[in-house]
């Protein structure tokens, strides 16, 4: 993959430069939501400085050994829930201890960049397309209500913690002390967000309402806005060498124990968030990108990120949409947007310590009602009752649970649902049919050819759909229709395109019943995949000799005239 095309260069540093301006307040606003739930006075500095971190690192190295040309990574809405919750955790856990935080959350990074990497090894990339829509929507829906609920806290000039239950109860306390001048900045933030597209798009409006409103703060000297307060300057040291962790004073145990789950939380979460931005710029740019080595780039990025104290991200959608929008092609892009940040860390971080916390509120909750699918909540009364009470189930849980339980449980229940869908489809397409008496079912064409003398107390037992635990119980049904007098029974598995363990045992088990009470059972157009379980598993020879299975309905059709032609006579 070509890292930098000599003939997109100016497109490259373009796109990179706008994306990185795009991602500065982003970084900002979401590092400061993840350690906002602690009760110290550095909690915003740290945080502002562990988004930026972040967003360095992970966008540097994603895109330099990434499989997406122009991929954006950085701090992202589902990635920064998890990681809010873990500090949280970690902040009550400790008793305070500032140092034994930062350690986790650097931990995390780090386990979730090293379960990435696994996942691109072991070839996980391209699973990511089988997780249904209505898990994704109710996922991501919940994600951006939590960012929503989380921010009007500091919206308000407020500060807020604990469960998503304990927060929704403390909001008509947090609004009746609501700061005037801080809610006026929140809202004028997201005003801008809105309103100044209608002008230019041009300029990222997210950045306009970071300068504008900070620039109001300090000309009308709004005292008492909670602000980051200074950010910590110069080149980032690893979070063993930070100032303030103690290694010896660390319980080591917890710390790891706290880290370990989240990291494969991140990881599962970061994956899935980075192959659909992945695919989204597939969409816009025509090109294709590598499943495995996107993993593998991110795993390095987060990796190196939560080494350095960074906050872990993903594949960031709207920032690489603009990037590509502003010319970014290939990896040198989020590279550069990496550097613009770099630059930012190392030279503009005494300016930032200004910017009020309600402006980074105004902007996560633009983010956090753009995450909300709000086409999948129109549809609810339109789309199969199913995929509704998927959707609802994943989204309660991702607000009043947590993310990694959502998904499972939607998975869990999408695939239940998916398996009572095969079966009735199933149950329609089983048929049998005495060739002398009663049609049930209209014969498929390739059955027009026989004749009378050889329909002679032959059944054929038709077959529509795949053979698995989920039909079996219709499938044993079917099998026990055939009549006592039947001698012949001919199974037709040309819409047989998939048999399971459980399916394989119950189609012996039928042949074996049949077998016991004198019928001949034949086979025909058997499927790959069934042919090789059967064969496998040697039902075929030793159950169905081999010469009892053909390969068209007409081949077995001859064998039957010519063994009971004889017999006429």
Request: aromatic share 8%.
């Amino acid at each position: 993959m070509k890292i930098i095309d000599t003939h997109n260069l100016k497109g490259d540093l373009f796109g990179g430069i706008t994306a990185g301006i795009v991602a500065l307040p982003l970084a900002l606003a979401f590092g400061i939501q993840a350690f906002g739930g602690i009760n110290s006075p550095e909690a915003a500095s740290i945080g502002a400085y562990a988004g930026l971190v972040g967003a360095m690192m992970l966008g540097f190295f994603a895109a330099l050994f990434g499989g997406t040309h122009s991929q954006i990574s950085g701090p992202t809405g589902p990635m920064t829930v998890v990681a809010a919750t873990l500090v949280g955790g970690s902040w009550a856990a400790s008793g305070g201890n500032l140092g034994e935080v930062m350690v986790s959350m650097a931990l995390a990074a780090l386990f979730c960049g090293l379960f990435q990497i696994l996942f691109g090894l072991i070839k996980l990339g391209k699973y990511i397309r089988y997780i249904p829509y209505p898990v994704l929507s109710g996922f991501m829906s919940g994600i951006g209500v939590i960012i929503i609920l989380q921010q009007l806290y500091p919206l308000v000039g407020q500060s807020g913690s604990g469960s998503m239950l304990e927060q929704l109860a403390g909001i008509p306390q947090a609004f009746a002390h609501t700061s005037a001048t801080a809610l006026l900045l929140g809202l004028g933030t997201v005003a801008i967000i809105y309103l100044f597209p209608l002008l230019t798009k041009k300029i990222p409006s997210t950045l306009v309402a970071l300068i504008v409103m900070t620039l109001v703060s300090l000309l009308i000297n709004m005292d008492g806005v909670p602000v980051i307060g200074k950010i910590p300057s110069g080149l980032p040291v690893p979070f063993f060498a930070k100032e303030g962790v103690s290694l010896a004073t660390i319980n080591w145990g917890h710390v790891l124990t706290a880290a370990l789950i989240p990291g494969l939380t991140l990881a599962g979460l970061g994956s899935i968030d980075t192959l659909l931005t992945s695919v989204v710029a597939d969409n816009i740019t025509r090109t294709k990108h590598d499943s495995n080595r996107e993993l593998i780039g991110q795993g390095i990025g987060n990796a190196v990120a939560g080494l350095f104290c960074g906050l872990p991200g993903a594949g960031a959608t709207m920032r690489t949409v603009v990037n590509v929008k502003s010319g970014g092609r290939t990896q040198l892009s989020g590279m550069v947007h990496a550097l613009l940040l770099l630059s930012v860390l190392l030279g503009l971080g005494s300016l930032l310590q200004y910017v009020p916390l309600s402006v980074l509120a105004g902007i996560l909750i633009t983010v956090g009602w753009g995450i909300i699918d709000f086409k999948g909540f129109r549809d609810l009364l339109k789309i199969p009752r199913a995929d509704a009470v998927v959707l609802i189930v994943v989204f309660l849980v991702t607000v009043f649970v947590d993310l990694l339980t959502a998904v499972g449980i939607g998975m869990v229940i999408a695939c239940v649902l998916f398996m009572k869908r095969a079966s009735d489809l199933v149950e329609g397409g089983y048929s049998s049919q005495e060739l002398t008496g009663f049609d049930k079912e209209s014969p498929w064409d390739d059955e027009h050819g026989m004749p009378d003398t050889v329909a002679h107390k032959i059944y054929v037992q038709r077959l529509n759909g795949p053979i698995f635990f989920g039909t079996i119980n219709k499938f044993k049904e079917v099998m026990q229709t055939v009549p006592p007098e039947a001698r012949i029974v001919i199974i037709r598995m040309r819409l047989v395109s998939f048999m399971d363990q459980s399916g394989l045992y119950a189609m012996e088990e039928a042949i074996k019943e049949l077998q016991g009470r004198g019928v001949m059972v034949l086979m025909t157009i058997i499927q790959p995949q069934p042919m090789y379980m059967l064969t496998n598993m040697k039902l075929i020879p030793e159950v169905v000799p081999t010469e009892h299975t053909f390969p068209t309905f007409e081949a077995c059709t001859d064998f039957l005239r010519q063994m009971l032609q004889p017999q006429e006579a």
